[in-house]
């Protein structure tokens, strides 16, 4: 079984920053098969980011996802209201698949 | 619309049984692979099962142990994932996923509102 770890567990950013969240696996991922989601609270989770740099339909462009290997890394450039949230990573390239216990970002 | 429409969940007793179910709508649901995942109040995301599109692969977190079985009915458009032998520890949100090709190892791009499933005396 793959392990993804967040870091870090909560991110306080103000809005218009930057944020920068971290994705690790325990293993060397096959064809970065990392995923990112955005759940607000309530809600189910949303695709962001697949493929590990790919933006699934309607991710804004301030959402940009890289690495490979066992390092990933999630950017949200401009923060705007609506992007404060929880993120979660997730490998979905054997079974079981896995999920990251997930990056709180937060509002400075 | 793609749409996604769990149902089924509730509270049951430790021990007692549910069968949760999953609707779709608004795409051809024989052609993709299907999971469960399932979130524990205040807690992270975990997944618990997938099934293929034919039902040819099925797989399941090795921490349910034999307890739950996903199945789906591709005419009725629906999947479904039967509980038995249920613990305290099951109490979580139930979600059910589209992979976003449809191919079994694939990212989840359409995900149900969830049905809670509560277990306790």
């Known amino acids: 079984e793959t392990v993804l770890t967040q870091s870090p567990g909560t991110l306080s950013v103000s809005p218009g920053g930057r944020a920068t969240l971290s994705c690790r696996a325990s293993q060397s991922l096959s064809s970065s098969s990392l995923a990112w989601y955005q759940q607000k609270p309530g809600q189910a989770p949303r695709l962001l980011i697949y493929g590990a740099s790919s933006r699934a339909t309607g991710t804004p462009d301030r959402f940009s996802g890289s690495g490979s290997g066992t390092d990933f890394t999630l950017t949200i450039s401009r923060l705007e209201p609506e992007d404060f949230a929880v993120y979660f990573c997730h490998h979905y390239g054997t079974s079981p698949r896995t999920f990251g216990q997930g990056t709180k970002v937060e509002s400075k | 619309e793609e749409q996604l429409v769990e149902s089924g969940g509730g509270l049951v007793k430790p021990g007692g049984s549910l069968r949760l179910s999953c609707a779709a709508s608004g795409f051809t649901f024989s052609s993709y692979s299907m999971d469960w995942v399932r979130q524990a109040p205040g807690k992270g995301l975990e997944w618990v099962s997938s099934?293929?599109?034919?039902?040819?692969?099925?797989f399941y977190a090795d921490s349910l142990k034999g307890r739950f079985t996903i199945s789906r009915d591709n005419v009725k458009n629906i999947l479904y994932l039967q509980m038995n032998s249920l613990r305290a520890e099951d109490t979580a949100v139930y979600y059910c996923?589209?992979?976003?090709?449809?191919?079994?190892?694939?990212?989840?791009?359409?995900w149900g509102q969830g049905t809670m499933v509560t277990v306790s005396s």
């Open positions: 099934i293929s599109s034919s039902t040819s692969y099925i």
């Open positions: 996923a589209r992979t976003r090709t449809g191919y079994h190892y694939d990212a989840f791009d359409i």
